[in-house]
Structure formats: structure tokens, C-alpha cells
């Protein structure tokens, strides 16, 4: 409970013992994670935090953020995902952790790996979910950007 009592900002962290260590400024940082450098540069002053779409630049692919995310996913039965993230090494982690991937192949794949069409066909529910989210023009703007309010608006709608 005192870890939670006073948390370090992750722009001090980043400040303090990343960017010396490593020798870099702020604006390199920021081109090598592909985001804008007012973005890095108000965490290391400490007048935001760290949003999702910092986490992985805009034209980053959400399948180069998976592995990054892989050792921390949660446990379950099955992972549902598109094509996109029909690789060998996500399979292969995924399997590893107890986790049955249910992605179809890509169709340049010379091993076709099986996965249960039936199961897959039910992913359209939350891309439904998301997708009227997106009407409620207040997440789709962004206007409210704290994670509260977005866990709030998928319960309203779940109601």
C-alpha cells in the first residue's frame, strides 16, 4: 500500500534514469518511438502522462506492440485476433502461456495452422462494441481522455 501512497511520475523515471543513462534528449527519444516530441517532452516536464497512443506510434503496427505485451497478458483459454497477428513467435508465446490462438492464417502462409472458425465468428461482438463506442462522439474525440471514462461508457452501453 505505500507504493501506491506516493508513485513517481513516469516523466521523472524518465528524466532521471532513462534518457542520461542512454544519452539521449527527449526529442531523439521521441523520434525513435515515432510520436511527436511535445508528446515526450511534456512527460519528462510532468505535465501529462503516458496515453495509449503513446505507448506505440501512430503508424506502428498493433502486432509490434504484442510483443511487447505478450509476457503481461492475462491469463485465458483463447486469444481471438485478426490476421494481423498471425505469426509464428505470438503462437508459440501464446501457447506457451495455457493461451489456444484462434487467429486464421495469412494467405501467404505455406503452413496453414488450424484455428476454430466457429469461435472466431464470435470476435464481431466486440468490434461491435467498439464500433458503437465510437458513435458516442465523446470517446471517438477523445474530449475525455481518462481511462475511467472510457471503462464508464462500456458499462452505460452494456446496460
Known sequence: MTLLQNPAHPGEILQEEFLPELGLSAETLAKAVQVPPTRIECLVRQETGVTAD????GQVSDF???????PDLPAASFLLADKGYDANWFHDGLIGRGTTPCIPPK???????????????????????FG???DW??????????A???FAATVIWRL
Do not use: P, S, W
Not at 54 to 57: D, E, I, K, S
Not at 137 to 146: G, K, S, V
Open 107 to 129: 494467405k501467404n502462409r505455406k503452413f496453414k495452422h488450424r484455428f476454430d472458425k466457429i469461435l472466431y465468428k464470435q470476435r464481431h461482438k466486440v468490434e461491435n462494441m
Open 148 to 150: 475511467h471514462t472510457f
Open 54 to 57: 503513446m505507448a506505440t506510434g
Open 64 to 70: 509490434e506492440g504484442a510483443r511487447t505485451l505478450l
Open 137 to 146: 462522439r465523446r470517446i471517438a474525440a477523445r474530449y475525455d481522455r481518462c
Open 132 to 134: 458503437r463506442l465510437k
